[in-house]
């Protein structure tokens, strides 16, 4: 439906939140939690869409 609104942003700060406790704990952790984050925003900008439009 045109218009419709699907979801509602809710919190950018907690993957943030996350990635800087993995980076107090541990270097390696840090950088691997932010190379998961890096990865996966174009996915999920990529995959969304096509989901939302296959659902309609």
């Known amino acids: 439906m045109p218009g419709k609104v699907i979801a509602r942003h809710q919190s950018v700060p907690g ?4 990635l800087a ?4 704990e541990q270097e ?16 999920t900008a990529t995959l ?7 659902q309609m």
């Open 15 to 18: 993957p943030v939140v996350g």
């Open 28 to 43: 390696t952790a840090g950088a691997l939690a932010g190379i998961g984050m890096g990865r996966n925003a174009p996915a």
């Open 48 to 54: 969304a869409p096509l989901a939302i439009h296959w």
């Open 21 to 24: 406790r993995a980076l107090r």
